[in-house]
């Protein structure tokens, strides 16, 4: 059986490429697969689960790509495929009506599990970033359930708009940083697979898609780093059988 792992979609009603291609990819590669995970940042934003009830209402759009998301995934779901979703830094505030919509099961950041035979950690990997301090401050706020729960009780409205504003002042910051501090910090790496007990750590989020040997407590280490997707490209990770994690691109739209 086989088992896949893609992170880092940014999905959002002004790219309908990508928006395309993964659904493409859903029906033509994960259909039949054991498990599918998604490890966060599926789409570019998330205000709220209650977006959904905006589907054929929404001048932004961003309704009805949730809905057709989630659809899809429960189509997938319903033929026998496990579903798995991880928060990301973008879609944090993805809730279990959007899981139970779409036949998903919400996994926590971190999370061990079983794949290929041995146990492996799965993250987003924004956690490991440890030398952006602004940012860290800023993922502890929001993973606060009380900062989630006076966002989620502001009027829709109000969501978008500060959805907006912080992914400007993201850009704006990400744009000053240097490469190495946007980065996983190598120590918090180690660290991370040593607290765990594992020598296999698959993640997201900093769109550079690479196998990393490492050493952890003496041990031969493996860093599986998915990419980004965009118009022309996607990125997964396929486990066949016992197999060993195999990074993949994806083509699309070619």
């Keep these: 059986m086989t088992t896949r792992l893609i992170s880092d979609l940014h999905l959002?009603?002004?790219?309908p490429e990508i928006i395309a291609g993964f659904l493409h990819w859903l029906e033509e590669n994960a259909r039949g697969c054991e498990a599918l995970y998604l490890l966060g940042d599926i789409f570019e934003a998330w205000i709220g689960d209650d977006l959904l009830d905006l589907a054929g209402s929404d001048p932004t759009g961003h309704a009805d790509l949730g809905v057709g998301v989630a659809r899809a995934l429960r189509r997938l779901a319903d033929e026998g495929t496990a579903?798995?979703?991880m928060h990301g830094n973008r879609d944090f505030l993805l809730g279990s009506r959007f899981a139970e919509q779409a036949g998903a099961t919400l996994l926590p950041d971190p999370s061990v599990v079983s794949l290929g035979g041995k146990r492996v950690l799965l993250m987003h990997g924004d956690s490991l970033c440890t030398l952006d301090t602004a940012y860290q401050?800023?993922?502890?706020?929001a993973r606060s359930p009380l900062w989630q729960?006076?966002?989620?009780?502001?009027?829709l409205p109000e969501r978008i708009a500060l959805a907006r504003q912080l992914r400007?002042?993201?850009g704006e910051a990400n744009?000053?940083?240097?490469?190495?501090?946007?980065d996983v910090t190598s120590d918090e790496v180690v660290k991370a697979m040593a607290e765990q007990g594992v020598t296999t750590l698959i993640h997201g989020h900093t769109h550079r898609p690479a196998v990393h040997e490492l050493e952890v407590d003496g041990q031969p280490a493996r860093r599986v780093v998915l990419g980004d997707w965009r118009p022309d490209r996607g990125?997964?990770?396929?486990?066949e059988g016992d197999g060993e994690?195999?990074?993949?691109?994806?083509?699309l739209g070619r």
């Design 12 to 15: 959002h009603p002004g790219a």
């Design 235 to 239: 990125w997964e990770i396929v486990i």
């Design 83 to 85: 579903v798995f979703l």
């Design 245 to 251: 994690p195999r990074l993949e691109e994806i083509p």
């Design 168 to 170: 400007e002042q993201s």
């Design 149 to 155: 729960e006076q966002v989620l009780s502001m009027p």
């Design 175 to 182: 744009s000053s940083k240097a490469e190495d501090i946007m």
């Design 137 to 141: 401050a800023f993922r502890a706020q």
